[in-house]
């Protein structure tokens, strides 16, 4: 009997079915196998590299190259197991795979995919003798469950192993949630600290130095501690800032500050967990509102006493300095140390808020304070400050006029000036002369008045004094060709009287000649003076003529 065209394609539908069927189901074997595979090994890798970090603390680049390795490995595996074993659907392979497992088909389905896939009869001849093949395959094959032949067995084993590996993988999210949280950050490159099960058995605490001071902080920790701690401080209500605390021992974990300057607060926090805020407070000196030093010079000097408000400062040698300083705070002591390393007690008053000391000052000196802040109980040792002392120096005194040693007859009437200064005052004055190197005289000139009325002390400090001495009176007996040597003192004033330092003037000399000699004398500085105007007004003339001269050339 031949069948129609479409009772064909009725009988070999089933067969298609079956054979689509039977490879959409070795597909979907092949895909469990390699979802399996790949949860086994992000679960084993994922939890591998948080135990290995958690327990090594890798840095970036470690943490890096293991999880590149794991990647590889899971990339090589998945290729090998999943990628490389999935097919495109093709008849006659899925027939030749049942075949195989059905050996009694004797390659019938393999007989019947090549006929269904033939398009005319010339290849395997009539159509009757396809019909044939086409109504045993059908036959042979009504009866064969081809879902049989793509069996689980194998996959089990490996769906097994990722239903645990998941399970591990969810219990350690329940169990360390906040350590795989750190893991995961830690992998895009953050580098915080693992939580950790720390107790923090003592911490500094509150603390009070003195400012300038060093401090260190620390903690003793228990339990399983990380290796560095983290130190939160906050300057007088600044924003928090983070330090790090290193490890000293194994379970002290400490950190230093050199030369403190400001009080803060702090946190120390080891591990996960922290301690509560403490704060460190930095005692300044006590602060000076103000400093008067009160200089009273010697009283001879007859200089006022005067205020400074500096602790670096000059005073005539001989001076009583007077310290008074107040104070914001409260000082229950101070002491003064004067070029020595001995104290003196300052006086303070009752309140703690003054101190006051005095000495007289014979010369240049160093000196520092030490004050004793009543509320803290610490000691501040002040910097060190200079007084500069300075001596009462002699006077000096200078002939001006006659400027050179001159000549003179007997009866001459010695015309002179000389100028003096001193610090505070000149006393009195005397010229002072001798005869041929004889035995020197000394004329009293008295005390030197005051010229300059606007100084403000009683003395003459400055000035330039006219003398007239007649020679005759004072050197009846002088004759031609003796010479007079000459000269002028004076005294300071000093503090007790008598003691003023005496200074003389350099000597002058006078030689007593003859009338003529002195004319002669006369006329040779006449011509002297006339020869040096004349020179003055021959430099004058050639200065006229340049000037001239460039003008000259300017207008040009």
């Known amino acids: ?112 995919v090549e006929l269904v896939a033939e398009e005319g009869d010339s290849i395997l001849g009539s159509a009757e003798l396809k019909q ?65 099960q720390t107790r923090i058995l003592k911490v500094s605490g509150d603390r009070k130095i003195k400012q300038g001071q060093s401090l260190t902080l620390s903690a003793r920790a228990g339990g399983r501690g990380p290796h560095t701690g983290i130190l939160r401080i906050r300057l007088n209500g600044a924003n928090w800032q983070t330090l790090q605390v290193d490890r000293i021992e194994d379970d002290e974990f400490a950190h230093s500050f050199e030369h403190l300057t400001s009080s803060f607060d702090y946190i120390v926090a080891i591990g996960d967990t922290e301690t509560d805020m403490h704060r460190v407070e930095v005692v ?50 101070a002491d003064a140390f004067v070029d020595s390393e001995e104290p003196e007690s300052m006086k303070v008053n009752t309140e703690g808020t003054e101190v006051r000391y005095r000495r007289v000052i014979d010369q240049s000196i160093g000196y520092r304070f030490r004050w004793h802040h009543k509320d803290s109980g610490f000691v501040f040792d002040a910097p060190r400050h200079q007084i500069y002392a300075r001596p009462d120096t002699p006077p000096e ?50 005390k030197l008045p005051k010229l300059d009325k606007d ?25 031609t060709g003796d010479v007079i040597t000459y000269a002028v003192e004076v005294a300071d004033i000093r503090a007790e009287e008598g003691a003023g ?9 006078i030689s007593i000649v003859s009338r003529s000699e002195y004319q002669n004398y006369i006329f040779a500085k006449l011509m002297h003076i006339r020869k040096s105007l004349a020179s003055s007004q021959l430099e004058v003339r050639k200065g006229r003529q340049a000037v001239e001269a460039l003008l000259r050339s300017l207008r040009r």
């Not at 042979?140 to 399970?167: C, H, P, Q, W, Y």
């Not at 400093?291 to 009583?320: C, D, H």
């Not at 000035?463 to 020679?471: A, C, D, M, T, V």
């Open 1 to 112: 009997m031949v069948l129609s065209e479409k009772e064909e394609v009725d009988m070999s539908q089933p067969i298609h079915t079956k054979l689509g069927r039977t490879w959409r189901r070795e597909r979907g074997r092949e895909h469990l196998r390699g979802a399996s595979c790949l949860l086994i090994g992000a679960c084993t890798f994922f939890l591998a590299g948080f135990l290995a970090d958690w327990t090594f603390e890798m840095p970036m680049a470690g943490r890096l190259l293991l999880w590149g390795l794991s990647v590889g490995v899971m990339v090589g595996v998945l290729f090998s197991v999943w990628w490389n074993r999935l097919r495109r659907f093709e008849q006659r392979t899925t027939a030749a795979f049942v075949e195989r497992h059905h050996p009694e088909l004797k390659s019938l389905l393999t007989s019947y």
């Open 132 to 196: 044939v093949v086409l109504e045993q395959a059908a036959t042979a094959t009504n009866s064969i469950r081809f879902s049989e032949v793509v069996r689980f067995d194998s996959v089990f084993g490996l769906m097994k192993g990722a239903a645990i590996s998941l399970s591990v993988f969810v219990v350690a999210w329940l169990v360390w949630p906040e350590h795989l949280r750190v893991y995961s950050m830690r992998m895009t490159g953050n580098e915080i600290q693992y939580p950790t």
């Open 284 to 333: 300044p000196p006590p602060s000076i509102r103000s400093a008067n030093v009160i200089i009273r010079p010697p009283n001879y000097t007859q200089v006022k006493a005067l205020q400074v408000e500096k602790l670096n400062f000059e005073v005539p040698e001989g001076s009583e300095v007077e310290w008074r300083i107040e104070f914001e705070e409260t000082l229950s002591k």
């Open 397 to 446: 005194v200078t002939i001006m006029r006659p400027m050179d040693d001159i000549k003179a007859t007997v009866n001459k009437k010695l015309f002179l000036e000389f100028q003096a200064k001193d610090d505070y005052g000149l006393g009195p004055a005397w010229l002072i002369y001798s005869v041929n190197d004889g035995e020197e005289q000394k004329i009293p000139l008295g």
């Open 455 to 479: 100084d403000p002390l009683p003395h003459a400090r400055f000035g330039l004094w006219p003398l007239q001495w007649k020679i005759k009176h004072d050197l009846p007996l002088i004759n």
């Open 501 to 509: 330092i005496i200074k003389r003037s350099p000597p002058r000399k």
